[in-house]
């Protein structure tokens, strides 16, 4: 799941886009850029996700060169919601 976006289904971020840091087993860390970012990372369980099943090339590269930023994050966070499902 690492390197998707997810959508969250519960809680009181409900409805809200999120791209998958890192995952282990039950739980992942979820980024938005804003409120969650690189630093600050939300924890929730696998089961109050929905998991987008598109891999981030861009976002995966820059994580692996170690230039990922959040501003990276929000461009492609907003792009995909402007996008139709």
């Known amino acids: ?4 976006l997810a959508m969250s289904l519960a809680g009181h971020d409900k409805g809200t886009l999120y791209y998958i840091r890192r995952s282990d087993g039950e ?3 979820l980024v938005d850029g804003r409120i969650r ?3 600050h990372p939300k924890r929730k369980k696998c089961k109050h996700i929905q998991v ?6 861009e ?3 820059l994580e692996e060169s170690g230039k990922l930023r ?3 994050i929000r461009r492609v966070l907003k792009a995909r919601q ?3 499902v």
């Open 1 to 4: 799941m690492t390197g998707m």
């Open 27 to 29: 739980n992942v860390d």
């Open 37 to 39: 970012t690189l630093d």
């Open 52 to 57: 987008i099943k598109e891999i981030q090339e």
């Open 59 to 61: 976002l995966i590269a």
């Open 70 to 72: 959040n501003e990276d």
């Open 82 to 84: 402007k996008r139709p």
